[in-house]
């Protein structure tokens, strides 16, 4: 091990950062900005330290589900009083709360731990464009990872010589 310090001090910053979720798929948005939540991007990363980043997100009525769930996806919460379970049909917290979506995509991929809300504090999201003053202090922006090549069915993998 070596004994040379680093300088730690501009890994322990916190980075604002700033994506897109026009056309983007929910799970893989919320991994992403979990990841980012929880500083796991960092050299330093420690599980018993919150030195996570910021992370805005835009375009939050634009995110994409798969499958089903656009249709038959339903959050629950209950009130704590006898029959008090809620349901609330994604369509409807969609058309209400589009940021709420993301939201608990997002909670459910964190630790449940006592940093989960101090990390969920540093997440901004909103359903249009993110206001000036927020986007004053992104420094970096990304975007999805490069799209899959969909392979056609009668393509085969192995590369045929002509003799």
Do not use: C
């Amino acid at each position: 091990m070596s004994a040379t310090k680093g300088n730690t001090a501009l890994a322990l910053t916190r980075v604002w950062h700033h994506t897109s979720a026009q056309n983007r798929v929910l799970g893989t948005l919320a991994s992403r900005i979990a990841w980012v939540l929880m500083g796991k991007h960092k050299p330093t990363y420690d599980p018993a330290v919150d030195a996570g980043d910021y992370v805005i997100v835009s375009d939050a009525l634009q995110v994409r589900l798969t499958g089903k769930k656009a249709t038959d996806k339903v959050y629950y919460h209950h009130t704590g009083f006898m029959g008090g379970l809620k349901e609330v049909p994604i369509t409807r917290l969609r058309e209400r709360r589009p940021e709420e979506i993301i939201r608990k995509a997002v909670s459910g991929m964190l630790p449940k731990n006592t940093f989960r809300d101090r990390r969920l504090e540093r997440l901004k999201i909103f359903p249009g464009d993110a206001p000036e003053t927020y986007k004053g202090n992104v420094l970096t922006t990304w975007r999805e990872s490069s799209p899959k090549v969909e392979r056609s069915p009668s393509a085969s993998s192995v590369p045929q010589t002509e003799a």
